[in-house]
């Protein structure tokens, strides 16, 4: 079944991307965006997921994206998808789940563009490679959207998906302990300790918790929402 509004364009071998086709942005004015990572943070962590079946939304991906898409900002989805190398999937099961998640959410939860790469991490040091903590969706992302890094923050529950926001010049980080944050937030919080003190990153439970983070706070992020 596919996303009447969405196009799907695969780039290379180990790239690909969803964009939603009636997005009205001006690509003259730079916007802010939140970059996602999926497995974790918007579905259900399903270890190479490539049933529909087992696409379950996370508790507060809809209120967050509905505040999102009101506020003006672009969501945008990253992805690591290994098992399509590994041969655990193919494209056509990415597919099919990328719009079962799309489906799932609705048009009032809009998701701008989804970047996926496929490089398996043995060929993690490839010349032009996407797979996270390569900054190169986030980049491509830009190209695409004009985006403001500046302004713009990311949302990941593994390191992988923080240090690519850090290595393509973002500050500002959320980690969620969804999908495999409980595992990682200790060394996260190790590698990112200066940020965590500066309040460039910030910890929640999940994004239910997104409306608790205290604006007020000291160096506190803006979100403009």
Request: with cysteine; hydrophobic share 35%.
């Amino acid at each position: 079944m596919k996303s009447k509004n969405y196009q799907s364009k695969r780039l290379s071998l180990h790239n690909h991307k969803f964009q939603y086709v009636e997005n009205n942005s001006n690509k003259k004015i730079k916007k802010s965006a939140i970059f996602f990572d999926r497995d974790g943070v918007l579905i259900d962590d399903v270890h190479y997921i490539s049933n529909p079946l087992d696409v379950k939304i996370l508790s507060g991906v809809r209120d967050l994206l509905r505040i999102s898409n009101k506020a003006g900002w672009l969501n945008i989805v990253l992805t690591n998808q290994s098992g399509i190398s590994k041969g655990l999937l193919n494209w056509n099961d990415y597919e099919q789940i990328t719009e079962q998640m799309l489906n799932l959410l609705g048009d009032e939860c809009q998701i701008d563009a989804i970047y996926a790469n496929s490089t398996p991490p043995s060929e993690l040091f490839l010349k032009n490679n996407w797979r996270k903590p390569s900054p190169n969706m986030i980049f491509e992302a830009v190209k695409d959207y004009n985006i403001n890094l500046n302004t713009s923050f990311l949302i990941g529950d593994r390191l992988t998906d923080l240090l690519s926001a850090k290595n393509a010049g973002l500050k500002n980080f959320i980690h969620v302990l969804t999908g495999n944050g409980e595992k990682e937030r200790d060394n996260i919080l190790n590698v990112f300790r200066e940020s965590y003190e500066n309040n460039e990153l910030l910890f929640i439970d999940n994004l239910s918790d997104f409306k608790s983070l205290n604006p007020n706070k000291k160096n506190f992020f803006k979100f403009h929402f």
